[in-house]
């Protein structure tokens, strides 16, 4: 699967761009603002029905317009795929596939799959528990779509239970007949997300510390991951019926997939307590690249690898350990960006790898067609 072209009209600074990347290997490059990660943050808009920056659609419209379309044609096992994604103020979003909506856009996410590695990943290890199982819940929604029906209607009861909860202290009256039947849907939808969280740790880790080796190869340090769940000791109806009286005391649900812990380990303690930077940069990225990994195992479709300022946050060992996987064609698609460009022109020479290169400037793109690192 990769992406044949790519349309936009009103998208952050983009007024009207329409381009035809490589099959495989794309650079943006430009200065500081241009808008090289809009692009990237449009192709994760056709993946995902939103974007990786900013939740807010109506931000994503271009300052003074009222709408925006996303348009990406894709080739897939041969055949041409259209997505298309577009957002009027005050209207819904709309999601089709070959001119046909979407009723639900869980049945969207995970056809056209996207890893992106950017900056802002350091938030995983830094961040709070909520991240790193967006990640986990991320990859899970891509290789299962039952796994975010779940995970969607799990966080909207969670939510109407939570509020029902600061409405009974407000009141002072308990309606232990609502909060069961919201324990019955929260216990079936948990469950699975439960389920589904224990097996993939059983083959993420593995394959994991693999991928640690091979972008870190002289290094001596025993990385690991940890899944922690109230659900491990006791089925989650059980947990919500005995946690009910300090539920309505704290007016929240206390126990749940909602408190899943996932750690990350280094020589057995936090990885941010003891990771130095480089070890932490290793970290993610092997876990990106374990990401890719999976979701090419578990769909057989390699998805569209977005790196993002990747260059700036590896250094040269570590470039070269990545773009020896890259030049061995070990991705599908990739998207690169980087401020600068005589590096990146560097780095792809050095590699001997050959890329389809555009300059963004302002919201404009130009090409000189193809590149030639070699
Ligand atoms: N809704 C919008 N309307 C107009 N411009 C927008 C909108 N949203 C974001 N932008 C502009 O997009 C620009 C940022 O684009 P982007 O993040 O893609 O830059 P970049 O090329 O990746 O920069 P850097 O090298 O610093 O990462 C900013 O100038 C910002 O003002
Ligand atoms: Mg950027």
């Not at 059983?202 to 394959?207: A, G, T």
């Not at 250094?315 to 890259?326: F, N, S, T, Y």
Request: some cysteine.
């Amino acid at each position: 699967m990769f992406l044949k072209a790519l349309r936009l009209y009103n998208f952050k600074n983009y007024r009207e761009v329409d381009f035809i990347p490589d099959p495989k290997l794309n650079c943006f490059l430009g200065k500081n603002g241009s808008g090289k990660t809009n692009l990237l943050d449009a192709i994760h808009y056709l993946a995902f029905t939103k974007s990786a920056i900013n939740p807010a659609d109506a931000q994503n419209i271009r300052s003074g317009e009222m709408q925006f379309m996303i348009k990406g044609f894709f080739s897939v096992a041969g055949k041409e795929k259209e997505v298309m994604c577009s957002f009027q103020s005050g209207l819904k979003k709309v999601v089709k596939e070959d001119n046909q909506d979407y009723v639900k856009f869980s049945n969207h996410v995970g056809k056209y799959p996207v890893v992106l590695i950017t900056p802002q990943d350091i938030e995983l290890i830094w961040g709070g528990g909520e991240l790193r199982r967006k990640f986990f819940d991320t990859l899970l929604s891509q290789i299962d779509a039952h796994y975010l029906e779940n995970l969607i209607s799990y966080n909207h009861h969670l939510k109407q239970r939570n509020s029902a909860l600061r409405r009974f202290a407000e009141t002072g009256s308990t309606d232990y007949q609502l909060l069961e039947s919201y324990d019955v849907i929260l216990a079936k939808t948990g469950t699975y997300i439960h389920s589904r969280r224990t097996e993939l740790m059983k083959e993420f880790i593995p394959l994991f510390k693999l991928h640690y080796r091979l972008i870190a190869p002289e290094s001596a340090e025993s990385v690991d991951i940890q899944y922690r769940s109230e659900l491990d000791r006791q089925p989650l109806l059980n947990l919500l019926k005995n946690s009910i009286h300090r539920d309505i005391l704290l007016q929240r649900t206390s126990v749940g997939v909602h408190r899943d812990e996932f750690s990350f380990v280094m020589d057995g303690n936090e990885l941010n307590k003891v990771g130095s930077q480089g070890q932490q940069k290793s970290f993610l990225i092997s876990l990106k690249l374990c990401e890719f990994e999976v979701i090419a195992k578990e769909k057989a479709i390699k998805p569209i690898l977005l790196l993002d300022d990747i260059f700036d946050k590896l250094d040269d060992i570590r470039i070269g350990h990545l773009m020896k996987l890259v030049a061995e064609g070990r991705f599908g698609q990739i998207f690169i960006t980087d401020a600068r460009e005589d590096r990146s022109m560097q780095i792809l020479h050095e590699s001997n790898l050959a890329a389809k290169v555009f300059f963004v400037e302002n919201g404009n793109l130009k090409t000189n067609g193809e590149n030639s690192g070699r």
